[in-house]
Structure formats: structure tokens, C-alpha cells
């Protein structure tokens, strides 16, 4: 990872954590709102919705319980909590923001869950964890952020147990080899004001992924794209943004989360263009 992308990345979420916590609550992902996108929930609520959807998809259930997880790109963990609350578990979260990390923690001591539950600053590129370490890597919307797709799900790859599963949540761009083609001039420009704005160094379709989980080793690989099911998720969070708590909260965050917020309607273009996708990966080692 280069040290500037590490800088930028690192540097937009402890500025903007805060504000998203204020206003969006712990989960900073999307919301699920049904197959067909259809559902009227409440933001938070529809988070969760998500969380348990995947696991679901991933035939997770109350019989088939993992006992140590790791959560790449934690946030201010709220997967890490919830997951671990849920299953009784042990469970890690890694950020590259020290923000973040103090914020999890601290949320961990209030939970209750600071004896099963820890947080690091850590590169997901290169983890510093033990080969064969967890039955659960859960990534959630970070995999848009790693300037090395391989690398990254090689370390995803590399931490978990013979048999443990890998449940990968990412923004992908729409798939190049059907009719539509490959990506045109204006789609392309539309991806790189993405990139500028939420500091990501690119992103590739879905079935570029499962290619590369291959490549990795993964087997009995999963992927599908819950686009539909997800993408009224921005325009919840664009009439959110406009309120007064929302706007003093901007001010104080800084220039970048203002201009994250100004370009939420990048995300919200993009589903209804077809661009952006919401792809699924689920694998076992």
C-alpha cells in the first residue's frame, strides 16, 4: 500500500467516523432493503438486516457457530461487536485509523466485550497474524479501499483455518463482458471522482473476484451482487446529510467529509446507472 493512499485513507476516516457514528449510527456499510430493494426500514435496522442476510447466504446459523473472527476494515466495529455478541465468539478488528481503533475499543469496554473482542491498526496487505489463525473472515466494504486485490484476499486467504469460511462485501463496477461492453469514457470519469472522493485506488467486477479467489486457493466459491437490494441505501443517507445536526456535524469534521457528503450522489447515480454494483464473495479454505 502506498504511503500516500495509507495517509488519505487513513485520514478520511478519522475525520468522518465521528460524524457517521453522530448521525448513522455504529455500521458503516450499507443497509439491505430486500431482493428487490423494496423494503421500508429503518436505516439502522436495515444495516443489520444486511449483517444477518450474509451470514444466511453464507450458511451461517445458530448450529454452525465460528469461534474466532477477524473483521477487515472494522470500522468503529460494529460488525466486530455484533458478530461476536451473536456468537459468543472470540473476534479481531483491524483500520487503518487510529480513530477508529480508540472508538471500537472504547465501545467494547461498554459492551461488555473487551475480554473476547480487540481492535489493531493494522494493513489488511499485511496482517499481523499467524498463518491459520481464524474460522471467520468477515470484510465488509473495505475491499473497494486495497490498491492490491490479490494481495489482499491471499491475506485473507493466509489467516484462516483449513475448512474456515471468508464472507467479502465489496463496491465493484459493472461486469465488462456482456453486451454492455467495457467501460465507457463517461463511466470511467465517473469512477475516478469516486475514487477522489471516498480514497479508493480502484475498483473491478465481481466475477474478477471470484477469479482471483481461485487464484488464491479458495474453494466451493460463492459470489452473487445484491446491487438492487442495497442501492436505496445512498438516497436514505442523502436526506439524512441534509439535516441541521448533520450540517453543524460537516462543519466541524472538515473540507474532506464535507465533500463526501456533497458527493453522496455519486454512489446514488451510480446503482441507478447500473455502474456500481454491490458484489459478494463467499469462499472456504
Given at each position: 500500500?502506498?504511503?500516500?493512499?495509507?495517509?488519505?485513507?487513513?485520514?478520511?476516516?478519522?475525520?468522518?467516523?465521528?460524524?457517521?457514528?453522530?448521525?448513522?449510527?455504529?455500521?458503516?456499510?450499507?443497509?439491505?432493503?430486500?431482493?428487490?430493494?423494496?423494503?421500508?426500514?429503518?436505516?439502522?435496522?436495515?444495516?443489520?438486516?444486511?449483517?444477518e442476510e450474509l451470514l444466511v447466504w453464507a450458511g451461517y446459523d445458530r448450529h454452525n457457530v465460528?469461534?474466532?473472527?477477524?473483521?477487515?476494515?472494522?470500522?468503529?466495529?460494529?460488525?466486530?461487536?455484533?458478530?461476536?455478541?451473536?456468537?459468543?465468539?472470540?473476534?479481531?478488528?483491524?483500520?487503518?485509523?487510529?480513530?477508529?481503533?480508540?472508538?471500537?475499543?472504547?465501545?467494547?469496554?461498554?459492551?461488555?466485550?473487551?475480554?473476547?473482542?480487540?481492535?489493531?491498526?493494522?494493513?489488511?496487505?499485511?496482517?499481523?497474524?499467524?498463518?491459520?489463525?481464524?474460522d471467520l473472515v468477515w470484510s465488509l466494504e473495505s475491499g473497494e479501499h486495497m490498491p492490491d486485490?490479490?494481495?489482499?484476499?491471499?491475506?485473507?486467504?493466509?489467516?484462516?483455518?483449513?475448512?474456515?469460511?471468508?464472507?467479502?462485501?465489496?463496491?465493484?463496477?459493472?461486469?465488462?463482458?456482456?453486451?454492455?461492453?467495457?467501460?465507457?469514457?463517461?463511466?470511467?470519469?465517473?469512477?475516478?471522482?469516486?475514487?477522489?472522493?471516498?480514497?479508493?485506488?480502484?475498483?473491478?467486477?465481481?466475477?474478477?473476484?471470484?477469479?482471483?479467489?481461485?487464484?488464491?486457493?479458495?474453494?466451493?466459491?460463492?459470489?452473487?451482487?445484491?446491487?438492487?437490494?442495497?442501492?436505496?441505501?445512498?438516497?436514505?443517507?442523502?436526506?439524512?446529510?441534509?439535516?441541521?445536526?448533520?450540517?453543524?456535524?460537516?462543519?466541524?469534521a472538515g473540507w474532506q467529509t464535507i465533500q463526501g457528503a456533497l458527493s453522496l450522489n455519486l454512489?446514488?447515480?451510480?446503482?441507478?446507472?447500473?455502474?456500481?454494483?454491490?458484489?459478494?464473495?463467499?469462499?472456504?479454505?
Open positions: 500500500m502506498s504511503n500516500n493512499l495509507y495517509q488519505d485513507i487513513r485520514e478520511f476516516y478519522d475525520a468522518s467516523s465521528g460524524l457517521w457514528e453522530q448521525i448513522w449510527g455504529e455500521h458503516m456499510h450499507h443497509g439491505y432493503y430486500g431482493k428487490g430493494g423494496t423494503y421500508k426500514l429503518d436505516r439502522r435496522q436495515a444495516q443489520i438486516e444486511l449483517i465460528p469461534q474466532n473472527i477477524i473483521d477487515v476494515g472494522c470500522g468503529i466495529g460494529g460488525s466486530t461487536l455484533y458478530l461476536a455478541q451473536k456468537f459468543g465468539s472470540q473476534a479481531t478488528g483491524i483500520t487503518l485509523s487510529p480513530v477508529q481503533v480508540s472508538r471500537a475499543q472504547e465501545r467494547a469496554r461498554e459492551a461488555g466485550l473487551d475480554e473476547r473482542v480487540r481492535f489493531e491498526v493494522a494493513n489488511a496487505l499485511e496482517m499481523p497474524f499467524a498463518d491459520h489463525t481464524f486485490k490479490t494481495k489482499f484476499l491471499a491475506e485473507c486467504y493466509r489467516v484462516l483455518k483449513p475448512g474456515g469460511k471468508m464472507i467479502l462485501a465489496t463496491w465493484c463496477h459493472r461486469e465488462t463482458n456482456s453486451l454492455a461492453g467495457e467501460l465507457t469514457p463517461d463511466e470511467i470519469a465517473h469512477l475516478k471522482e469516486i475514487y477522489r472522493v471516498y480514497c479508493l485506488p480502484y475498483v473491478i467486477a465481481l466475477s474478477e473476484y471470484r477469479a482471483i479467489a481461485q487464484e488464491c486457493g479458495f474453494k466451493d466459491i460463492r459470489a452473487d451482487d445484491w446491487s438492487m437490494a442495497v442501492a436505496p441505501f445512498w438516497d436514505v443517507v442523502i436526506d439524512s446529510a441534509i439535516a441541521p445536526q448533520a450540517i453543524v456535524g460537516l462543519f466541524r454512489m446514488s447515480r451510480g446503482y441507478a446507472r447500473g455502474l456500481i454494483r454491490f458484489g459478494l464473495i463467499c469462499a472456504t479454505k
